[in-house]
């Protein structure tokens, strides 16, 4: 996944063009970027994840992105807002539902469903207000 921060304070995460692998180091200075604006913001994907999203990082990616995480943990739970999923989280096949468990408690943040991309920005917009 790559940020998008177009829509900043909404960062969506979408998936690489062409099927390029996730470059986690360039994710991981787009995710201090942000941090190093000391402002709020929500973290929004745009799909489901998928047993493929769990598998794809190396070890070495794995220790960075749980280094980032534990590192900036504090500052994460601060400014964010929350992340929010287009999808329905009840339909999460186990492996995948305690992954998200362990990535959202190394995050400190919420995790929401939407049901669409419009809903996704409608609560987005409603957990900034709430977070000011």
Do not use: Y
Request: charged share 30%; hydrophobic share 45%; net charge negative.
């Amino acid at each position: 996944m790559q940020l998008d921060m177009t829509q900043f304070p909404i960062i969506w995460m979408r998936d690489h063009e062409d099927d390029e692998p996730e470059d986690v180091a360039a994710t991981r200075d787009m995710l201090l970027d942000l941090l190093s604006k000391d402002e709020r913001f929500v973290l929004v994907a745009g799909r489901m994840p998928s047993l493929s999203d769990l598998t794809e990082a190396s070890p070495s990616e794995k220790k960075m992105r749980a280094q980032l995480f534990k590192t900036h943990r504090t500052k994460l739970t601060r400014l964010c807002a929350g992340m929010i999923i287009v999808g329905n989280g009840s339909k999460l096949p186990p492996a995948i539902a305690k992954a998200m468990e362990a990535f959202t408690n190394a995050m400190g943040i919420a995790v929401v469903f939407a049901a669409s991309s419009e809903d996704a920005e409608a609560i987005a917009q409603e957990r900034l207000k709430r977070a000011a």
